[in-house]
């Protein structure tokens, strides 16, 4: 099995990328932009030039996360990415639209032109991490960018409903048949800690994340609570100021790699 490797296509001949990082769901809104987000952000504190590109393209919610509203920049030869505050390079949807409230109401193949134009046109200065946030699910987009770009390994985030069916398993298995490693998984939304008693609440029942871990041999990554902090830092543009420790055992993974 595995990938016909002849579909990857080669970065800007300006870029410079070691590491690709996908960033994968069996679904939308489990929190993976947000997983994304906190992964490059954990990069730069630890002293790693991060960037960010967003594949998720009908749901771009990187941008929003970092605070980032300017209009991409470049020419035919190349593409600019923003800079977050903190100095991560970011490539999104958002950032070629007119207005970044419009839909994007473009068919697979397009879509997945766009997502193959961040990785080839846009010019990535100097990236010891790029996250890659992926376009969720196992359908058409997802296996085009999956072909299209050379991912060192995927992180795999599900919360606990997702966890007890099929869809985090599909993923899986699609990493596995193109043979890209599988890092870890993300539980998240795992529990809420009780503001009163600190005790900590099961929202959407046991995890089954272990189990699943374990019948395809890799490693939970993190479990990540359901935190308002969080919600509002995203909300308001400032994931980069959030504090958050969750996603340190991810983090010592990526640096082994
Ligand atoms: P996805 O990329 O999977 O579609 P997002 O990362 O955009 O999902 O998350 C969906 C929404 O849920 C966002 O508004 C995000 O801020 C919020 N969210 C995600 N994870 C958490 C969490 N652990 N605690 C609080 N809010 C969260």
Redesign the pocket.
Known sequence: GGAPTSFIEKPHEMSSIRKVIGVV?GK?????????SMLAVLANRRGYNSAVLDA?VT?P?IPK?FGIHERATGGEWGMFPARSKMGIEVMSVNMLLENETDPVIWRGPIIADVVKQFWTTVIWSDVDFMFV?MP?GTGDVPLTVFQSIPLDGIII?ASPQELVSVIVEKAVNMAKMMNIPILGLVE??SYLTCPDCGKQIKLFGESHIDEIAEKYGVPVLAK?????A??KA??AGAVELFEGDWMDGAMDRLETL
């Open positions: 769901s939308g809104g489990v929190g993976k932009s947000m997983v994304t998720d749901g919610s996360a946030d969720p985030v998240n939304m990540i609570p359901v935190d308002p969080l919600a995203v909300d």
